[in-house]
């Protein structure tokens, strides 16, 4: 009987060795895929490492070119620099109208062949296919969705005063008062232009509505910027600002992050990519912090989609970089890769209940008929860059001069996104 337990064991331990073996050989033969990204935080930088660690198994080597640099604006300038002096990386994070941009000059490789080997049409979400699609191509590899309108909280400064999340802003402005009696700045808040762009438009989404927020954003008719509910929108975000800070203030979002964290505040909008950061530190969304949809944001979702394009290059490496886009978007490695990143997968066959419960509502929202799926300015996916730009600093002149008006700024706003041809 000891001498069958012996044989057991190096059997066991000679396939253990194999198993070894094969992973040696195939992380020492792995085709090497340049890729370019700005995924440079401690939760993004874990997110990465788990998608290269997928395309290792299947013999494709991460081989990290990231740039760091707030919202991707330095990585899109290398990008450019990289392009025209004939050196382009394989594989570059390209997102929303900046996506479409590279693909309408022939520089973004087709994954057709791809989408239809992995049945992408009945795997991912239809408004995810049809972001990565342009002129009947599928241009992209999608990795996750992020939801912009989350309002995150310190679970145990709220357990410890017995507040409750705040679901109106009649509520948040009663929790913000008890927690600024305690001495505990009730918002987290950064004077960066991109971030205010990004709690603005999540703030006209909930005084707006979905129907003008399209209208606003994707159709971007100039009239309806003089709507009164952008104007509403507008008074809530200085509001807002003097609740968080009295002093101009710029930081990078990780920091309020960290903020929020060590109980030197009680809340944080931004995009469910900070609850990414949080866990990433070792806090927990069931113990630690919680999220909710900003108010007047119900069955709504806000989005920003996560893609990787597959760029032509004078190499060969057509076969790897489709072989790259099957296994981003697999399965196992979705699950991998937004665990860590804070979204949730582009494909609707997850089980929910595998999910956080910051993730599960996110999915849960966007995957639900009846929602309403609107894209992020802020971060790309309804306008380009330019605009994009131009709408950020509209909202920082606003915010820093007290001088001007709702009135001045909603011209403004609309003179800069207004797009050719539409409604003046």
Known sequence: MKGLHRIAARCCALLLGLVAAQGALAQATAVPL???????SASERKAADQLASHLAQAGVQWKDAAIPGGGGMAAVKVLKSRVLMGDPPDVAQ???TTLTD????GLVLPLNAVAQRQR?????FPTVLELVTYKGDVVAAPLGVHRINTLLYNRKLFARWGLVPPRSWAEFELVARQLQAKGVRALAWSDEAWQIATVFETLLLGDAGAPLYRELMVQRKGSAWLDPRVERALQRLRWLRALATEAPVERVWADSARELLAEGAGMMIMGDWAKGELMAWGASPVRDFGCVVVPGTEHTHLYSVDTLAML???RAREAVQEKMAEVVTALPAQL??????????VRHDVDPSSLDPCARDSWETFARSRSARVPSLAHRMAADEAIKDAVAQVLWRYL???????GEAQRRL???IRAPGAER
Do not use: C, F
């Open 34 to 40: 340049d890729v370019l990204h700005w995924w440079t």
């Open 94 to 96: 390209l997102i929303g």
């Open 102 to 105: 590279w693909a309408d000059v």
């Open 120 to 124: 992408w049409s009945q795997q991912l």
């Open 312 to 314: 032509v290059s004078p």
């Open 336 to 345: 991998a890769y937004n665990r860590l990143k804070g979204s949730v997968p």
């Open 400 to 406: 820093t001069d007290a001088r001007m008006e709702p």
């Open 414 to 416: 609309a003179a800069v």
